[in-house]
């Protein structure tokens, strides 16, 4: 007997859209609509097995996220959550922690619960290799789009660091340590790190090599070698988390911020407002990023909507961890 999942596979669509289209509830493109009835004769397929199987089912859809402890991630989390509720689905989430081997677990399991969709944010988008042909409708979320995923939501990463660079040359700095998670756990801090290295150059500065540390390293971060081989003027860090940590390992070897070191950050989480003094950094749309992704792949999975990408603006804030030498 055949099944809803291969009905949708024959008509090229998602089991979600298949479903909603022999059950006549919810919204089917016309197109759609005749694909799936049109597979359905062909396979022999009984709706009334389909009513069964989606009375016991609530539709899902899978997240996978770096960390959870992010407040950038959790934020997402939350109003991807909440998006999908009034959507009428569950949502499956995982975790990477920044890990390559961790990733492909997490999201073979979240395909083993055959969900309506998926909203992905990878180590390294553009190296990731999908472990199925018939992947469910994706979107990526912080990551820019691929071959193998057309829909993204994203920032302009490599543009943010060019703005927060500019801000500290033009503060007077020249020598600017860049300290970073490690690249091949997050493309977008090698993003942040090539839009630096291309400001300095274009600055006529000489852009020193990232301090690339461990995503979970922050509160035990040791600078000590790196200050006294570069002793930078200014720390740049990848992420605002990284950004405290920088702080706690300069006031560790007796210097202040910014006093003796300015430092800035990106994500503009909000314990960065509650420092003195207030982090400088690069507020990044870590709200509107979740709520894009999640009507996107709501529109792709339930309307055949096409695949897009989406471009969030970023905006810079100016604290006090950056003064003019």
């Not at 920032?155 to 340590?177: C, E, K, P, Q």
């Amino acid at each position: 007997m055949a099944t809803l999942e291969e009905v949708a596979r024959r008509a090229g669509c998602s089991v979600a859209t298949a479903s909603r289209a022999l059950s006549e509830k919810g919204a089917v493109s016309d197109g759609s609509r005749r694909r799936v009835m049109k597979a359905a004769a062909e396979l022999g397929y009984r709706a009334s097995v389909m009513a069964a199987g989606r009375a016991a089912r609530r539709p899902v859809i899978g997240l996978l996220i770096p960390s959870i402890t992010n407040p950038v991630f959790a934020t997402s989390v939350s109003i991807i959550q909440n998006r999908m509720l009034v959507a009428g689905h569950g949502v499956l989430i995982a975790q990477s922690n920044y890990d390559p081997a961790q990733e492909a677990n997490a999201i073979a399991a979240l395909l083993n619960e055959r969900p309506t969709g998926l909203i992905l944010t990878l180590c390294d988008a553009a190296s990731y290799r999908p472990p199925i042909a018939d992947m469910p409708p994706t979107v990526l979320m912080h990551n820019r789009p691929t071959p193998d995923f057309a829909a993204a939501v994203t920032t302009d990463n490599f543009a943010a660091s060019r703005m927060i660079t500019r801000h500290v040359i033009a503060h007077g700095h020249r020598r600017i340590l860049f300290v970073s998670g490690s690249f091949s756990a997050s493309d977008r801090a090698r993003h942040r790190y090539e839009g630096h290295v291309e400001t300095m150059q274009e600055a006529g500065l000489p852009p020193l090599p990232a301090v690339q540390v461990g995503f979970t390293e922050y509160d035990r971060l040791d600078l000590g070698e790196a200050l006294r081989l570069t002793q930078p003027t200014a720390i740049i860090a990848s992420n605002d988390l990284l950004a405290l940590g920088v702080i706690g390992a300069l006031k560790r070897e007796g210097l202040s911020v910014p006093g003796d070191v300015s430092v800035a950050g990106f994500d503009g989480i909000s314990i960065g407002r509650l420092i003195d003094p207030v982090l400088t950094t690069i507020d990044m749309p870590d709200v509107s990023m979740g709520a894009a992704a999640a009507s996107l792949l709501l529109d792709i999975a339930e309307k055949d909507a096409p695949l897009r990408h989406l471009e969030i603006p970023f905006a810079f804030r100016s604290g006090g961890t950056v003064r003019t030498i």
